[in-house]
């Protein structure tokens, strides 16, 4: 009987350290997106517009995206992988967003479609990991363990930076370009009329729509628009 009690209290306190641990894990997440928003530097994004679409006529309007398929949307208590915690994974995107100042939803809407958060997924093409890195992009921002989560999110979101800006801040053609490449992406002036591409922008903008209502965003200060600047992300 003793022994019964006894066991029955360490299963209950180990029950309890896990909680305690399970609940700082959470606080400590929290913490460092708040620390993020109230630090965060002014640059010139738009990121925190509630637009999602903009049509052909560029005229932005609501992310009420038709698309051929339903397109489910995510809540950040969800389990993202099996094989990657939420922990892991929402601290390495706070973090690659930092430097390129990309906006956390938007990674997290690229990962999503991309690999629906597994980080050891390849495709036909090549292409590794929670953002699908092929080699040569890799190469170029840095990347050296492609199946590394932090490493893998970083150059992703280094390149999505670089397909901004090459773009002009047109979020839906360097989402094209991050699907299709950017050269297809010139040689169209628009988002190639490729079905794969189409339904891929559309999906990438309700699921940033998404994360952004789950309060992936951090704060961004508005500047005058540039001449050359294409909609705001």
């Known amino acids: 009987m003793n022994k019964v009690g006894h066991d029955t209290q360490s299963q209950h306190d180990g029950l309890g350290h896990r909680t305690v641990k399970q609940n700082r894990a959470a606080i400590y997440t929290a913490c460092?997106?708040?620390?993020?928003?109230?630090?965060?530097?002014?640059?010139?994004?738009?990121?925190?517009?509630t637009y999602e679409y903009a049509d052909d006529a560029r005229q932005i309007g609501p992310a009420?995206?038709?698309?051929?398929?339903?397109i489910a949307t995510f809540h950040r208590n969800a389990r993202y992988h099996s094989s990657v915690t939420n922990l892991e994974l929402e601290q390495a995107v706070i973090r690659a967003a930092q430097q390129p100042h990309v906006?956390?939803?938007?990674?997290?809407?690229?990962?999503?479609?991309?690999?629906?958060?597994?980080?050891?997924?390849i495709s036909k093409a090549g292409a590794v990991g929670l953002m699908q890195l092929v080699p040569e992009t890799a190469i170029r921002h840095g990347v050296r363990h492609l199946y590394d989560t932090n490493e893998n999110i970083s150059g992703g979101a280094k390149h999505l930076r670089y397909l901004l800006n090459r773009f002009h801040g047109n979020t839906r053609l360097a989402l094209a370009a991050y699907n299709v490449g950017e050269h297809t992406v010139d040689r169209y002036g628009k988002i190639p009329?490729?079905?794969?591409?189409?339904e891929y922008v559309?999906?990438?903008?309700?699921?940033?729509?998404?994360?952004?209502k789950d309060g992936w965003v951090i704060p961004v200060?508005?500047?005058?628009?540039?001449?050359?600047?294409?909609?705001?992300?």
């Open 32 to 49: 460092v997106m708040l620390v993020l928003a109230a630090t965060w530097p002014p640059f010139a994004l738009a990121d925190a517009q």
């Open 64 to 70: 009420n995206i038709p698309t051929s398929k339903p």
């Open 103 to 121: 906006q956390p939803a938007l990674l997290l809407a690229v990962i999503k479609a991309e690999s629906s958060f597994n980080p050891m997924v």
């Open 193 to 198: 009329p490729y079905k794969e591409t189409q």
């Open 202 to 212: 559309k999906k990438v903008l309700v699921y940033y729509r998404s994360y952004k």
């Open 221 to 233: 200060v508005s500047a005058a628009p540039s001449m050359h600047a294409g909609r705001p992300y």
